[in-house]
T-cell receptor, first 116, second 117 residues
């Protein structure tokens, strides 16, 4: 399996622009997670999906952030409008999932976002 | 809420030295505990995990034991190599039936490990 695929790997944009980050989970995995990594706050869970349905979006920082999972093979995270403080590495992860908390999450390589 | 505390480093050791990275947690119910490793420019990879008290996770010479009485999951290795240089994250997930967030992971801040030849 190719693992979790994220695109783009790097994104540089200007403040106010819309940014879309993409993720393809491992085939057969029921759960998909979006995380953000910054020096100040470390790794934070933003939102996760089970069977394409958003389960918990309490980590999404503001209304400027939105995420969708239109099918089992794809999810996107949008920031509109983007701000310099959104600069971070965004990771997507997937897992088989059971609700028991024991399953391993498999991470993509991340998208490094820089907002100027 | 759930939280994980780990030494942030950087931790610098010589090759073949013994390693311990401390990790303690607070959580509702009975969490599963994980160590993930991140090499430069890459995503996180699972290093080892333990899903119940007194379980020991092990992989690539690394070990960690789930200690419920001390709420700890310290990472150890007897002899480190230069290739072990990376950032190590301790994490937990608490099951939904105990009030946790299902499989969403709560991470520590990460420990940057540098091994010198």
């Amino acid at each position: 399996d190719a693992g979790v695929i994220q695109s783009p790997r790097h994104e540089v944009t200007e403040m106010g622009q819309e940014v879309t980050l993409r993720c393809k989970p491992i085939s057969g995995h029921d759960y998909l997670f979006w995380y953000r990594q910054t020096m100040m706050r470390g790794l934070e869970l933003l939102i996760y999906f089970n069977n394409n349905v958003p389960i918990d979006d309490s980590g999404m920082p503001e209304d400027r952030f939105s995420a969708k999972m239109p099918n089992a093979s794809f999810s996107n995270l949008k920031i509109q409008p983007s701000e310099p403080r959104d600069s971070a590495v965004y990771f997507c992860a997937s897992s088989l999932g059971s609700g028991s908390g024991t399953d391993t999450q498999y991470f993509g390589p991340g998208t490094r976002l820089t907002v100027l | 809420g759930d939280s994980v505390t780990q030494m942030e480093g950087p931790v610098t050791l010589s090759e073949e030295a013994c390693l311990t990275i401390n990790c303690t947690y607070t959580a509702t119910g009975y969490p599963s505990l994980f160590w993930y490793v991140q090499y430069p420019g890459e995503g996180l990879q699972l290093l080892l995990k333990a899903t119940k008290a007194d379980d020991k996770g092990s992989n690539k010479g690394f070990e960690a034991t789930y200690r419920k009485e001390t709420t700890s999951f310290h990472l150890e290795k007897g002899s480190v190599q230069v290739s072990d240089s990376a950032v190590y994250f301790c994490a937990l997930s608490a099951p939904m039936y105990s009030g946790g967030g299902a499989d969403g992971l709560t991470f520590g801040k990460g420990t940057h490990l540098i091994i010198q030849p």
